[in-house]
């Protein structure tokens, strides 16, 4: 009899292989980190002699799950923000999060928590995209999970990375440090088209292809990213992908959602592999991705769980009975996903996808010894029918719970068994993970109570303060006013012309001040639209403006790009109420008596309020602004105007007095 580590019996052994090959009762022998054989149970108790039998009891032993997608160091903002749009949800709270929280020891907490429910869940191997993926993969690898860890690449500013040159270090660190590793498989994981320039994705290419390294990427998971990338480029995001080289690499293409059956045959001819994640795209609204088209196609696609901020949960049999059910009602088949075929996405196919199916998804010979097993007995899956031996797929995939795993090895080491985890210790991981919650909840509890606070957390506010100084009149046509600039003693250094979207947000707290969301418009001297621009104006309190003589002085505080659409903003502020203004402007900043103005013809279209002359500057004391009032006088006689009906309310006022 030949010498074995393991040997597994009295087992309903799934073995996952080409021909779905079901031995009951079956065994599976174990030598090291791989397995041996798998067959029938009384041949390979006649053949081996085991250091360790393992009765299985009746169990099902299968190949672990692979979990094709996930942040898992996300499981720290599991609950943060939920039933909000993904933009809302991403931009307005969970990457503000991220900048404040996440270093190494943030990931490391964050993963080993991951583990440990996905352990429970029968998840053997994960493929990760987050930032300091080093200690995710040390993590991972003294949790005893197989990981590929993806480090993320952007165009902006990560928690590890001050620019995408800095991430591509790190990728190249990761993958010197733990090529050879026999659970960790390091890779690059540029993010997504709208967070990444041609030169950062033709970077990824080619230190993937230099390195052999797999490429993890978010790829058409909603429409309007799917949307964006027609109305700038005029081709969908698997051709763009395609055009910097993508498909020339190990790629896992995650979600899909938004992709048509050209697409789908690029991915398939080119190898790459498909992340579905049927409960981040149910709880996002991001659609349903056409994966049984796919797999009638034979591309392989796998299932993830997305991360626990888009989720919640790391429950992988849940995911995978999301799978099938979501695809039946889609397709308009009750055929379509078949449990068996749904299993094989959960295991051989999935493995497939990221590339790894030479190690495992599948018990055969030379394969890595990843299994677990499942109890059927529970009445939850009672009774049992046998007249056909494949019924045993779909008591996994429609009948089984998480919980009903009770073992789970890895490369031929226990991680789990009879439901006890042996490599990490849940009560001092949830200890640590209150003390991060309460940590987070302070600071999104003093971000809520402030605009400005929520403002600068988006990113990209200018941090000064600014005074300006106002006054308008209302004039009957503005050629006159167009030729005095045009006099001497006025030096006009530039000049504009926009058509102007304006949306004031008020707050219940008046002392939060007002947000203004602009798009401008610019236009040619044909009026024709040449660019556009949209930004946010944090503004003073109304109450406290003041006035210098007769002149408005207003605190106009704090300035940001706008790249996110009104929508957003609106959600995200949840501003007590809303104005809209629609207006043409022509705009001169001209020199006056040594002193910079800013001189606006306006036409107010909405609501139709008429044509104002008006005119600013800004300021920063008392006496700056008494003297830049006195010549806001002496311009608007230069200008030809009668100032005797100055009006120092700015347009959002007399809106609500008109």
């Given at each position: 009899m030949k010498p074995t580590d393991t040997l597994f019996k009295n087992a309903i052994v799934l073995t996952m292989d080409p021909d779905y090959t079901i031995y009951e009762p079956g065994a599976v022998a174990v030598l090291d980190d791989k397995i041996v054989e798998v067959g029938p149970e009384e041949k390979l108790l006649q053949k081996y002699q085991?250091?360790?039998?393992?009765?299985?009891?009746?169990?099902?032993?299968?190949?672990?799950?692979?979990?094709?997608?996930?942040?898992?160091?996300?499981?720290?903002?599991?609950?943060?923000?939920?039933?909000?749009?993904?933009?809302?949800?991403?931009?307005?709270?969970?990457?503000?999060?991220?900048?404040?929280?996440?270093?190494?020891?943030?990931?490391?907490?964050?993963?080993?928590?991951?583990?440990?429910e996905l352990i429970r869940t029968g998840v053997t191997t994960f493929n990760d995209m987050y930032y300091f993926e080093d200690s995710v993969a040390e993590a991972a690898a003294e949790a005893g999970m197989r990981a590929v860890v993806g480090e993320t690449v952007m165009k902006f500013p990560t928690p590890d990375a001050s620019s995408f040159e800095e991430a591509l270090d790190l990728c190249r660190a990761l993958i010197d440090k733990w090529k050879d590793h026999p659970l960790i498989v390091p890779a690059i994981a540029p993010h997504a088209v709208y967070t990444c320039t041609p030169d950062v994705l033709t970077a990824c290419v080619k230190l993937a292809q230099e390195t052999d390294s797999?490429?993890?990427?978010?790829?058409?998971?909603?429409?309007?990213?799917?949307?964006?990338?027609?109305?700038?480029?005029?081709?969908?995001?698997?051709?763009?992908?395609?055009?910097?080289?993508?498909?020339?690499?190990?790629?896992?293409?995650?979600?899909?959602?938004?992709?048509?059956?050209?697409?789908?045959?690029?991915?398939?001819?080119?190898?790459?592999?498909?992340?579905?994640?049927?409960?981040?795209?149910?709880?996002?609204?991001?659609?349903?991705?056409?994966?049984?088209?796919?797999?009638?196609?034979?591309?392989?696609?796998?299932?993830?769980?997305?991360?626990?901020?888009?989720?919640?949960?790391?429950?992988?049999?849940?995911?995978?009975?999301?799978?099938?059910?979501?695809?039946?009602?889609?397709?308009?088949?009750?055929?379509?996903?078949?449990?068996?075929?749904?299993?094989?996405?959960?295991?051989?196919?999935?493995?497939?996808?990221?590339?790894?199916?030479?190690?495992?998804?599948?018990?055969?010979?030379?394969?890595?010894?990843?299994?677990?097993t499942i109890d059927l007995s529970p009445i939850h899956n009672q009774p049992r029918f046998n007249r056909d031996p494949e019924s045993v797929y779909s008591q996994i995939v429609y009948a089984s719970k998480s919980t009903d795993v009770t073992d789970v090895m890895v490369n031929g080491k226990w991680l789990m068994q009879d439901r006890q985890l042996l490599t990490l210790n849940e009560e001092d991981l949830i200890a640590q993970a209150k003390v991060v919650a309460n940590e987070i909840?302070?600071?999104?509890?003093?971000?809520?109570?402030?605009?400005?606070?929520?403002?600068?957390?988006?990113?990209?506010?200018?941090?000064?303060?600014?005074?300006?100084?106002?006054?308008?009149?209302?004039?009957?046509?503005?050629?006159?006013?167009?030729?005095?600039?045009?006099?001497?003693?006025?030096?006009?250094?530039?000049?504009?012309?926009?058509?102007?979207?304006?949306?004031y947000f008020a707050f219940e707290d008046g002392t939060q001040g007002?947000?203004?969301?602009?798009?401008?418009?610019?236009?040619?001297?044909?009026?024709?639209?040449?660019?556009?621009?949209?930004?946010?104006?944090l503004l003073g309190e109304s109450e406290k403006e003041a006035s210098v003589g007769d002149v408005l002085l207003s605190r106009t505080r704090y300035f940001a790009p706008a790249n996110h659409s009104l929508r957003f903003y609106t959600e995200y502020f949840k501003p007590s109420s809303a104005v809209a203004v629609e207006k043409d402007r022509l705009r001169y900043l001209i020199e006056f008596e040594g002193t910079e103005f800013f001189v606006n013809l306006d036409t107010l279209i909405k609501p139709q309020l008429g044509k104002f002359l008006e005119i600013k500057s800004r300021t920063w004391s008392r006496e700056d602004a008494e003297q830049k009032s006195a010549l806001i006088h002496d311009l608007f006689r230069k200008l030809g105007v009668?100032?005797?009906?100055?009006?120092?309310?700015?347009?959002?006022?007399?809106?609500?007095?008109?």
């Open positions: 085991p250091s360790e039998v393992v009765d299985c009891g009746g169990k099902v032993l299968m190949p672990g799950f692979v979990n094709t997608h996930t942040h898992v160091p996300m499981t720290l903002l599991r609950g943060l923000a939920d039933d909000l749009r993904l933009d809302v949800w991403l931009m307005g709270y969970t990457m503000p999060v991220e900048r404040e929280f996440v270093s190494p020891e943030f990931v490391y907490l964050g993963t080993k928590i991951a583990c440990a797999i490429v993890h990427f978010h790829v058409s998971e909603t429409a309007d990213e799917v949307q964006n990338m027609r109305n700038e480029h005029g081709i969908p995001v698997v051709p763009y992908i395609r055009r910097y080289g993508m498909l020339d690499t190990k790629l896992v293409a995650a979600h899909c959602v938004h992709i048509d059956q050209g697409e789908i045959r690029s991915l398939m001819h080119a190898g790459a592999g498909i992340a579905h994640n049927p409960s981040s795209n149910l709880k996002l609204a991001s659609g349903f991705a056409p994966v049984a088209k796919m797999m009638e196609m034979g591309t392989n696609v796998g299932i993830g769980t997305d991360g626990t901020g888009s989720n919640n949960d790391l429950d992988y049999i849940e995911e995978i009975r999301l799978a099938s059910m979501i695809a039946k009602p889609t397709a308009e088949d009750p055929t379509a996903l078949p449990a068996k075929q749904v299993l094989a996405m959960a295991t051989i196919i999935g493995a497939k996808s990221i590339h790894l199916s030479h190690l495992i998804g599948s018990l055969e010979p030379g394969k890595r010894a990843d299994m677990i909840d302070q600071f999104l509890r003093g971000r809520e109570k402030s605009v400005y606070s929520k403002l600068i957390a988006i990113g990209g506010a200018a941090e000064e303060e600014s005074f300006e100084i106002q006054a308008k009149v209302p004039i009957e046509d503005r050629s006159a006013i167009i030729d005095a600039l045009n006099a001497q003693g006025i030096k006009v250094l530039r000049k504009r012309h926009y058509h102007e979207y304006d949306t007002r947000l203004r969301y602009r798009e401008d418009e610019f236009l040619n001297a044909k009026g024709e639209i040449q660019s556009v621009r949209s930004r946010l104006t009668d100032d005797s009906g100055l009006v120092t309310e700015d347009y959002l006022e007399m809106i609500n007095t008109y």
